[in-house]
């Protein structure tokens, strides 16, 4: 055979059926064991270093989703959509009876108290501000409206039934944005992150208190509404609502708006400002949102988030203070 080895002939008398022969080198299997034993060790210590990467990463994700348990987000589902004056830059809301809100505007020059029909948007009375003023927040208690102001430690107290009867004072705080009540005190803003107690006698700060979520202060604290026993706070220059404990001023929970004003901006493809306004119907149990500039005021309805959040809810809810001088 091509090859194959020539053999010598040997004297030696021929077997027959010889016994096959072992061709193994001496100590062979010895070595291949020794081998296949470090090979099933580096297989093992890769295995667990692998195990160990994995369950670092995953504890890492669940570390990250638990700073926002799923019981303190909320999304919103759109009830209903009702008509809103365009030219309205809202700076305070509220639900009166009958399908009536009261709704206080901003803007030198544009600033107002208003009452308004929810099915139709329409105005049905009006006191127009003057330039000096710039309208911000307002709450409704008893048959006082309360109204304060931009920039300013003044405000107004109108008649509900008759706009044009009104009163100024003083508060306490260094500036007016928000105002809501529980029916016995205040709640004041600023647009720092400090929630106001305000006696609504006497018109005066009685308590301050530092809002703050997992150790952080809330800057920005904007339109106020108590609902739920909670006071409720647009975040200004965000898509968010922060419900906080008016007991410590811990923030309970977020209300993300984002697909209300991006709906609009698609839609609509005209200018509008950022979501402010916040109004509860408590005999109905509706609630009511809308923006600076917004054509539409939304019925909406809370939703606790089903499916974990990867955001970074600090980015999206909590922007920096700002520098107002």
């Known amino acids: ?14 077997r027959l059926n010889p016994l096959p022969q072992q061709h193994s080198m001496p100590n062979s299997s010895p070595f291949l064991l020794h081998y296949g034993k470090i ?17 670092k990463s995953l504890r890492k994700e669940s570390d990250f989703r638990s700073d926002v348990p799923s019981n303190q987000l909320y999304t919103v589902e759109v009830v209903n959509e009702f008509p809103h004056d365009p030219e309205a830059f809202t700076q305070g809301l509220l639900y009166a009876d009958n ?46 409206l309360i109204q304060v102001t931009w920039q300013q430690s003044t405000g107004y107290i109108y008649d509900r039934h008759n ?18 009540t529980d029916g016995k005190l205040l709640f004041g803003s600023d647009g720092s992150s400090t929630l106001y107690h305000i006696d609504p006698q006497t018109m005066k700060v009685v308590k301050k208190q530092t809002v703050s979520y997992q150790g952080d202060e809330v800057h920005r604290l ?15 220059m965000t898509d968010c609502i922060a419900r906080i404990s008016h007991r410590d001023g811990s923030v309970l929970g977020w209300i ?45 309805k809370l939703h606790p988030l089903k499916t974990p959040f990867n955001g970074d809810i600090k980015q999206m809810c909590m922007p920096p203070a700002f520098p107002f001088s």
């Open 1 to 14: 055979m091509p090859g194959a080895k020539m053999r010598k002939k040997s004297n030696t008398p021929r």
């Open 163 to 180: 706009l044009s009867k009104f009163e100024k004072f003083h508060h306490g705080m260094p500036d007016g944005w928000g105002l809501a």
């Open 222 to 236: 904007n339109e106020l509404e108590h609902v739920y026993d909670e006071v409720w706070a647009n975040v200004w």
């Open 256 to 300: 993300l708006l984002n697909n209300l004003r991006e709906g609009l901006l698609h839609n609509l493809k005209k200018k509008i400002d950022v979501l402010n306004g916040i109004a509860w119907d408590r005999d109905g149990d509706r609630l009511f949102v809308t923006g600076k500039w917004w054509p539409k005021l939304y019925e909406i």
């Open 99 to 144: 399908d009536t809100l009261f709704e206080s505007t901003g803007m030198n020059g544009a600033s107002s108290v208003r009452k308004v029909t929810l099915q139709t948007g329409k105005v049905k009375a009006i006191q127009r501000m003057p330039y000096s003023d710039f309208g911000e927040g307002l709450t409704l208690l008893g048959d006082r």
């Open 39 to 55: 090979s099933l060790l580096v297989i093992f210590v890769l295995v667990v270093c692998f195990i160990l990467l994995l369950n």
